[in-house]
Structures are given as C-alpha cells and as structure tokens.
T-cell receptor, first 114, second 114 residues
Framework: KAGVTQTPRYLIKTRGQQVTLSCSPI?????VSWYQQTPGQGLQFLFE???????NKGNFPGRFSGRQFSNSRSEMNVSTLELGDSALYLC?????????????FGPGTRLTVL | SQKIEQNSEALNIQEGKTATLTCNYT??????LQWYRQDPGRGPVFLLL?????KEKRKERLKVTFDTTLKQSLFHITASQPADSATYLC?????????????FGSGTQLTVLP
C-alpha cells in the first residue's frame, strides 16, 4: 500500500508569511502526528490528531496549528513565520496510537524561512 | 523535566561486529520505548517497540533491552553491515493522556566501516 505522503517537499518563505503543509496518511490509519526536526533541537512533537480531533499537543506556540479531515488527511499551518521555524516538518501515521503502534513517517517538508 | 540521552553522537564500528547503542532517561516513567532508524534526507523508519513489562525484544539482527530500574534501553545490531550506517533514534511514551506523545532522543549516528 502507498506510504505517507507530504506536500510540498520543499518550501521557501519569508518572515511574517504563513504556510500550510499537507499530509496524507496510510490508508486506514486514523492517527496523524506532526513533528519538527532541527539540528539543534532534534525531533520534537507538535501535535497528534485522531478522527478529526486533536488528541495531544506539544510545547509549541499558538502560531502552529493543525487539523484533520474526515478522510484522515491532515494539514498543519504556521502563521507569522520566524527564522527559527526553518526545519524539516515530518508527518507520521499509525492505526490507533503512535505510542503503541508502528508509526510510519513521510519524507518530510523542508521549510526555509528567509 | 524529562530528559533522554543517547550515548555518543557518533559511533564507528567494524563490519561484522555488534553495535550497541544506549538510551538513558531521567524524570520519566515510560510505558513504551521505540527505536527508529533515519537516513539523511528521509523520515525515520520504525524498527522495534518494547513495553515496560518486557525485558527484551528481538527482530532478525536487532535486539532491544529495556531496564526500568536503570532507566536505560540498549539497542544491539549483530553482524553489522555498512548498510546499517544511519542515525538511530530512541523514543519514549507514557501510557495515558498527554504522556502518550512520543519524546525522541537526539540520536546516535552509526557508521559501520567495511
């Protein structure tokens, strides 16, 4: 079956702009999690959605938001971009819960903020 | 605050030897511990999950141990091959509520020398 897909793969934005990233999970998976990966902070949890509801949220400012649609596809939005938001944004899906099920990651979206 | 440490940032070993990677944690009582492999420019790939009541888990050449008294997990790759060269990440999760989100270590970059 098809893996987790993320679009776009690369994005360049300027400070102050906003960005929307998209994630299509593996068919049948209801949990979608988002992570930010940077060389300095490593892989950090942003939020998790399950059946269109945010189930968990990491320690990120309110500029970071997300949503999940009825077909389990998910989007995350970052408003008022800052230079420090430059990172690899990874989406992962699992059947029920990322802590207990195999979690499949997408290839990521590389965001550069100038 | 919760802290996860993975031994050295980089580990070099000779082909055919056993690689042992360490994941230590403090101020945390995880119910689940996972190991992932990440290649440059790609999303992490799930390898193994071990629960707090399990001492050891094996999968082909991989073995994971979980010692809740020492607050440590060891990840072994036996008969290592150059293709095993990658960054290996450990991730921990609690059993309920917000603790169910995965917290990742910073990773150990393993290089297997031919």
């Amino acid at each position: 079956k098809a893996g987790v897909t993320q679009t776009p793969r690369y994005l360049i934005k300027t400070r102050g702009q906003q960005v929307t990233l998209s994630c299509s999970p593996i068919s049948g998976h209801r949990s979608v999690s988002w992570y930010q990966q940077t060389p300095g902070q490593g892989l950090q949890f942003l939020f998790e959605y399950f059946s269109e509801t945010q189930r968990n949220k990491g320690n990120f400012p309110g500029r970071f938001s997300g949503r999940q649609f009825s077909n389990s596809r998910s989007e995350m939005n970052v408003s008022t971009l800052e230079l420090g938001d430059s990172a690899l944004y990874l989406c992962a899906s699992s059947y029920l819960a990322p802590s207990t099920d195999t979690q499949y990651f997408g290839p990521g979206t590389r965001l550069t903020v100038l | 605050s919760q802290k996860i440490e993975q031994n050295s940032e980089a580990l070099n070993i000779q082909e055919g030897k056993t690689a042992t990677l360490t994941c230590n944690y403090t101020n945390y009582s995880p119910a689940y511990l996972q190991w992932y492999r990440q290649d440059p420019g790609r999303g992490p790939v799930f390898l193994l999950l071990i629960r707090e009541n399990e001492k050891e888990k094996r999968k082909e050449r991989l073995k994971v141990t979980f010692d809740t008294t020492l607050k440590q997990s060891l990840f072994h790759i036996t008969a290592s091959q150059p293709a095993d060269s990658a960054t290996y990440l450990c991730a921990l999760a609690g059993s309920s509520g917000s603790a169910r989100q995965l917290t990742f270590g910073s990773g150990t970059q393993l290089t297997v020398l031919p």
